[in-house]
C-alpha cells in the first residue's frame, strides 16, 4: 500500500528565504511521486512531477524536488520565497496508473 | 494545456433536493475522471474513480445512491448529489488522466456546496 507523509502543518519563513517542504513515501513498487499547489478555494495546480526519470525535477515558479530512494523522500524546495507563494502544498505517490495517494498537506506562510 | 473546468463553482441548496456538478476536460480525452471532496484545511478525500462508459468504483465508505457519478464521454463526469443535506456541504473536486499521460491527474477549479 502506498502513502505519504508531510512533515509539519505548517511552514514559515520570510521572503527571500529558503521555501523547504518535507514528503516522505510508502510505496511498494517505484513510484509516481507528484506536488501540487493550492490556493484558497481552488483546485489543485501541478507544480512537478517524478515519474523514474530524472531523480532533480524541475517544476513551474522556480521549485523543484529532488527524489531519493535510499531515504523514500521527495522534498520541495526553492531558493528565494515569494509573497506569491503562500499557498497548501499537497504531495502525493502513485502506483503506476493507479490512485494517488496524498499527504495531508503543508501550509506554506511567507512574511515580508 | 490539459485544462480541466467545473461547473458551478458555488451552489446553495435546499436540504433534500439534488445538485449536478459538471467536470469536462477541455484540451485532451480523459479515460479516466476523479471525483475527491476536501472539508477545510483538510486533505483530498477519494469519493469515486470512473472510466468513460463504465460504472464508477466508490471507495470504501462512499454511498453509491448518495453520490451519483456518470462519466458518458472523453471529456465530461457529472457527479450528483441526491438528496442533499448539510452534512454533504463541503468542496468538491474533479481530476481527470489523458491517454497519453496516464499517470498524472490534472484537477479542477473545485465546486463549494453549502446545503441549508
Known amino acids: 500500500a502506498q502513502s505519504v507523509t508531510q512533515l509539519g502543518s505548517h511552514v514559515s519563513v520570510s521572503e527571500g528565504a529558503l521555501v523547504l517542504l518535507r514528503c516522505n513515501y510508502s510505496s511498494s513498487v517505484p513510484p509516481y511521486l507528484f506536488w501540487y499547489v493550492q490556493y484558497p478555494n481552488q483546485g489543485l495546480q501541478l507544480l512537478l512531477k517524478y515519474t523514474s526519470a530524472a531523480t532533480l525535477v524541475k517544476g513551474i515558479n522556480g521549485f523543484e524536488a529532488e527524489f531519493k530512494k535510499s531515504e523514500t523522500s521527495f522534498h520541495l524546495t526553492k531558493p528565494s520565497a515569494h509573497m506569491s507563494d503562500a499557498a497548501e502544498y499537497f504531495c502525493?505517490?502513485?502506483?503506476?496508473?493507479?490512485?494517488?495517494?496524498f499527504g495531508k498537506g503543508t501550509m506554506l506562510l511567507v512574511s515580508p | 494545456g490539459a485544462v480541466v473546468s467545473q461547473h458551478p463553482s458555488w451552489v446553495i441548496c435546499k436540504s433534500g433536493t439534488s445538485v449536478k456538478i459538471e467536470c469536462r476536460s477541455l484540451?485532451?480525452?480523459?479515460?479516466?475522471m476523479f471525483w475527491y471532496r476536501q472539508f477545510p484545511k483538510q486533505s483530498l478525500m477519494l469519493m469515486a474513480t470512473?472510466?468513460?462508459?463504465?460504472?464508477?468504483?466508490?471507495e470504501q465508505g462512499v454511498e453509491k445512491d448518495k453520490f451519483l457519478i456518470n462519466h458518458a464521454s472523453l471529456t465530461l463526469s457529472t457527479l450528483t448529489v441526491t438528496s442533499a443535506h448539510p452534512e454533504d456541504s463541503s468542496f468538491y473536486i474533479c481530476?481527470?488522466?489523458?491517454?497519453?499521460?496516464?499517470?498524472?491527474?490534472?484537477f479542477g477549479p473545485g465546486t463549494r456546496l453549502l446545503v441549508l
Open positions: 470512473s472510466n468513460e462508459g463504465s460504472k464508477a468504483t466508490y
Open positions: 484540451d485532451f480525452q480523459a479515460t479516466t
Open positions: 481530476s481527470a488522466k489523458g491517454q497519453g499521460e496516464r499517470e498524472t491527474q490534472y
Open positions: 502525493a505517490v502513485s502506483e503506476g496508473y493507479s490512485t494517488l495517494t
